[in-house]
């Protein structure tokens, strides 16, 4: 622009972007069609892309053993589905619940459960260190249970 012309005005940003358009049973499909979509892989045996770091140092990765757990979920298989990555089984089933929750009560959820999950999650110190703690615990039982 030349020194004296008139700025454009700012482009008005919608009071609901994104996130606030979100609807839970968008992540209710997801899971879905994704625990659908390992069992349907492994199924027609479909060639998967294998964990590179397995491949290279013989160690499985933290989420080794997610594509059968998740196929595992599709077939209703809960005892296998942690049996074959207890974090991912855990999360995929509690990430649905929460979701179903979600959709099913919206108002509930949206307002009393979230508020309580973030105070819950504020008030908790050093959740970085569990976090960690989880992730070990996980990666040494798949590097003891998982077959070689």
């Given at each position: 622009?030349?020194?004296g012309?008139?700025t454009?005005p ?23 069609c994704?625990?659908?979509a390992?069992?349907?892989?492994l ?5 998967l ?5 397995r491949e ?16 595992a979920?599709?077939g ?13 089984g ?6 649905f619940?929460w979701?179903v929750?979600?959709t099913?009560?919206p ?10 999950g973030?105070?819950?999650?504020a008030?908790?110190p ?15 039982y ?5 077959p070689?």
């Amino acid at each position: 622009m030349r020194p004296g012309e008139l700025t454009p005005p700012p482009v008005p940003v919608p009071a609901s972007g994104p996130v606030g358009d979100w609807q839970p049973w968008r992540g209710v499909l997801a899971i879905v069609c994704l625990t659908v979509a390992a069992r349907l892989a492994l199924h027609w045996e479909l060639p998967l892309p294998g964990c590179l770091m397995r491949e290279f140092t013989g160690v499985p990765c933290p989420f080794c053993g997610a594509t059968r757990s998740c196929a595992a979920l599709a077939g209703l298989d809960v005892s296998g589905a942690l049996a074959w990555n207890p974090l991912v089984g855990v999360g995929a089933i509690s990430g649905f619940i929460w979701l179903v929750l979600c959709t099913l009560l919206p108002r509930l959820a949206a307002s009393r459960l979230h508020q309580r999950g973030r105070a819950w999650v504020a008030s908790g110190p050093g959740w970085g260190g569990l976090v960690v703690a989880v992730l070990l615990l996980n990666w040494i039982y798949l590097w003891v249970r998982l077959p070689r």
